[in-house]
């Protein structure tokens, strides 16, 4: 089955604690993508990846990094969390070569930084 | 720049009721265009696209008609059940290899 995993989907931890979210797609698509949601925001991108080693500034970047060492795997990283990153995350993927590619979102990752 | 501005919510409505959620875009070039749908506890999942002007998109009784003229894409159901209770994101996809841009998301709440 097609599916793009994030893990975990729930996560709490304390200010100052690395952590680190995974994200692994089974399409072999070469985009992938970091989203946050928060309430009256909408959806805001973070970081994403237009292919392996090649990793791009979104919207919101700070505080946040990724790494895109093979294709189908894109961590995301916060070094040092704070509670302004407490927020609901997206991992998503596409081909991303055409205008009309549809985006595959995992389920998402409750962060809750204390 | 590109942008996505969406009617804010929530919108509440009852069952059968009629759907218009309004999109406007702003973008250089000829965009697709998406709507994207939230269930609750879930990721957004694609509902309906459209790639040129004038285009239908259309999928579960919802449909969206590219307007270049009013640079819209509103998303319309004849009927909503309470099934269709969600949050909707607008979307649209200005260059090959750019970022989607999304609005901010409009919940619906349908109620029996």
């Known amino acids: 089955e097609a599916q793009v995993t994030q893990n975990p989907r729930y996560l709490i931890t304390v200010t100052g604690k690395k952590l680190t979210v995974t994200c692994s797609q089974n399409m072999n698509h070469e985009y992938m993508s970091w989203y946050r949601q928060d309430p009256g925001l909408g959806l805001r991108q973070i970081y994403y990846s237009m292919n392996v080693e090649v990793t791009d500034k979104g919207d919101v970047p700070e505080g946040y990094k990724v790494s895109r060492k093979e294709k189908r795997n894109f961590p995301l990283i916060l070094e040092s969390p704070s509670p302004n990153q407490t927020s609901l995350y997206f991992c998503?993927?596409?081909?991303?070569?055409?205008?009309?590619?549809?985006?595959?979102f995992g389920s998402g990752t409750q962060l809750s930084v204390l | 720049g590109n942008s996505v501005t969406q009617m804010e919510g929530p919108v509440t409505l009852s069952e059968e009721a009629f759907l218009t959620i309004n999109c406007t875009y702003t973008?250089?070039?000829?965009?697709?265009l998406f709507w994207y749908v939230q269930y609750p506890g879930e990721g957004l999942q694609l509902l309906l696209k459209a790639t040129k002007a004038d285009d239908k998109g259309s999928n579960k009784g919802f449909e969206a008609t590219y307007r270049k003229e009013t640079t819209s894409f509103h998303l319309e159901k004849g009927s909503v059940q309470v099934s269709d209770s969600a949050v909707y994101f607008c979307?649209?996809?200005?260059?090959?290899?750019?970022?989607?841009?999304f609005g901010k998301g409009t919940r619906l709440s349908v109620i029996a």
């Open positions: 979307a649209l996809s200005a260059r090959r290899n750019t970022p989607l841009v």
């Open positions: 973008a250089t070039g000829y965009p697709s």
């Open positions: 998503a993927s596409s081909t991303g070569d055409r205008l009309e590619e549809k985006l595959f």
